[in-house]
């Protein structure tokens, strides 16, 4: 009898630890202290988007996001590591685990906020009307475009709204032949974000553009994705995009990679 109470006992004993081991496997890890303990951050990019991320000549990651990924690490005292994967797979692995986070131009729209927590931006990049310089045509708004002819993508996400307003698409896939058309008259106007015109005048200094006027409804913000509800993982890219504002490193690696301060919103108050 005492025999069969002590096994019964036992056996109750190893029925209670297997459930309380898997109570705890079932609890969720808090991702913060996950990338603490593994000792680096884990980072989705592209790498073929200059300037925000690509492989430089020498096989090194480089550009804005790269620059702000690394300083993100630095900040949460980890290594950094990058994993380069196609546009369309980048958000789906931060849920899947590949990668804790995504730096690679990630605009924080709302559909995308359904989904993920977003930290606050850092990098703005508005749409704007590029010319040839001193906007011979006097473009100040949407409305001076009615009748001109715009080099653009096909693809472009204006082109409806182009066309309502009695824009001619004269489609050309490259910035590089959108800014030509523009040059040699073929078309009106092209329409560059900052980033895209900051890269283009880099390569093109001799070309005379200008910016006619910026669209203050198409301004994105660039912000860093993490799953829902990792509330101390937001909190600390937060606070790590905060110490690069106020120590104007922010500032250094905009004006490194874009020629320019893109580090804030151009139409807010």
């Not at 994993?83 to 729209?109: F, H, Y």
């Not at 040699?184 to 283009?200: P, Q, T």
Request: with cysteine; hydrophobic share 40%.
């Amino acid at each position: 009898m005492k025999k069969k109470i002590t096994f019964l006992f036992v056996l109750v004993l190893v029925l209670s630890l297997f459930a309380g081991c898997a109570k705890k496997e079932e609890e969720p890890v808090d991702q913060l202290d996950a990338i603490k303990k593994a000792g680096k951050l884990v980072v989705g990019i592209e790498g073929t988007y200059p300037p925000f991320n690509f492989v430089d000549d020498d096989g090194n990651y480089a550009g804005y996001d790269v620059d702000v990924a690394k300083a993100v690490a630095e900040h949460l005292g980890v290594e950094i590591e990058f994993v380069m994967a196609e546009w369309d797979a980048l958000l789906i692995g931060i849920n899947s685990g590949r990668w804790d986070t995504v730096i690679a131009d990630v605009t924080a729209t709302d559909e995308r906020r359904e989904t993920y927590d977003f930290s606050d931006p850092y990098c703005f990049t508005a749409r704007q009307v590029v010319v040839p310089k001193g906007n011979p045509l006097g473009l100040k708004s949407l409305e001076d475009l009615n009748g001109l002819k715009i080099a653009t993508n096909a693809t472009n996400s204006w082109v409806p709204r182009l066309e309502e307003l009695g824009v001619t698409i004269v489609p050309i896939d490259d910035p590089t032949q959108c800014a030509q058309a523009v040059l040699s008259g073929n078309a009106d106007f092209c329409m560059f974000n900052d980033a895209v015109l900051g890269e283009y005048r880099k390569n093109h200094p001799e070309d005379e553009l200008e910016v006619a006027f910026k669209i203050e409804s198409d301004v994105n913000e660039v912000s860093i994705p993490c799953r829902k509800g990792e509330e101390r993982l937001l909190a600390e890219f937060n606070a790590a995009i905060a110490e690069l504002r106020e120590s104007g490193k922010l500032l250094e690696y905009s004006e490194k990679w874009f020629h320019q301060d893109l580090t804030f919103n151009p139409f807010a108050e």
